[in-house]
Structure formats: structure tokens, C-alpha cells
């Protein structure tokens, strides 16, 4: 990590995880099904294509979150057990996200139906290799979760509903 200031610029080792938020459009009720958007189509557009094409390629979920009800935000909540760690024997590498190249094809073999689905959303939503990588990965955990050795079409299929800013065409 960088950080410029105006005198100087330092260089830090880091790995993390960022979790970022935004509202849907300038007002923030676009696409809620209790309140009207005061905005026009392309004020939306607008809004949305603030953010770069290059940024959101580095961020592998991209999720639309509607509002929480007050029980389930006042409920108890439960975690996913992990899975046996596939990657003891690679230093530095702890999750299905810090996979390189080489991890993702010993780890994300995905079916003939998966990587049909793969081809067809690579084209149709003209994805960079970046974000083909980062499906795979995000396929290789919700394959986890489900208890799956290789990526069925309803892994990557659902990883691909990850990529919603992808599939809008912002940036």
C-alpha cells in the first residue's frame, strides 16, 4: 500500500480485505419497494458510473443489499464452518481469494455445464480476465460452502450474480 502525501510517499507491505458501500443513486431509494427514487434514469446512470470500470474490476462481490428488518438485525447469527485449509502448503496464501493463476487451476475445475456458463457470461457481459479469475474463486468458495469438490453452473452461477455492477455495464 501507498500513501502520498505532499512532501513524501511511503511504501507499506499490506493484504486486506475492503468492504465498501454505496447507495443505489443520488437519493438512495432506487430499487426500494417502500420508497419512491426522485431520480431520473440517467442521474442514476450517472451516479453509478462515478466509479471506474478498473476499481470495480478489483472488487469481487457486488452485491445489492435491500434494507434489514429490525428482528433480523437484533437476531443471533451463525458463521460457515471453514474448509480443510487446501493451501497449507502455500506460505502467504489463506483464503480462496489470495489464489494466483496457478492455484485457480489446480483448485477450480469446474464442469462442462459451468464452464459453458462461464463462456457465455464472459461474452455477453464482455468481463475482463481479472474478473473471469476472481468468479472462479468466488465459484471455489461457494462450491465450499455447499460441500462440492469441483464448480457446478449453480456455483458459478451464483458467483456471476455477484458481478451485478458488471452485468449493468457501469464504468
Known amino acids: 500500500m501507498t ?13 486486506f480485505m475492503l468492504a465498501a458501500a454505496m447507495n443505489p443513486c443520488p437519493c438512495g431509494w432506487f430499487g426500494d419497494p417502500h420508497h419512491a427514487c426522485a431520480c431520473a ?9 462515478r466509479v471506474s470500470g478498473p476499481l470495480l474490476d478489483r472488487i469481487d462481490l457486488h452485491l445489492e443489499v435491500p434494507a434489514v428488518k429490525y428482528r433480523a438485525l437484533a437476531g443471533e447469527g451463525g458463521g460457515e464452518p471453514s474448509a480443510a485449509d ?9 483464503a480462496n481469494a489470495h489464489m494466483a493463476p496457478r492455484d485457480i487451476r489446480a483448485h477450480c475445475r469446474v464442469s462442462d455445464g459451468a464452464d459453458a456458463l462461464l463462456k457465455t457470461a464472459i461474452t455477453r457481459l464482455g468481463l475482463s480476465a481479472r474478473a473471469y479469475h476472481r468468479i472462479l474463486k468466488i465459484a471455489r468458495t461457494i462450491a465450499d460452502l455447499d460441500g462440492a469438490a469441483g464448480l457446478e453452473p449453480k456455483h458459478v452461477s451464483e458467483a456471476i450474480q455477484y458481478r451485478s455492477l458488471d452485468r449493468r455495464g457501469v464504468g
Open 86 to 94: 487446501r493451501f497449507a502448503h502455500r506460505p502467504g496464501v489463506y
Open 3 to 15: 500513501i502520498a502525501r505532499a512532501a513524501m510517499s511511503l511504501s507499506y507491505p499490506a493484504r
Open 41 to 49: 434514469p440517467m442521474g442514476v446512470q450517472r451516479y453509478l458510473a
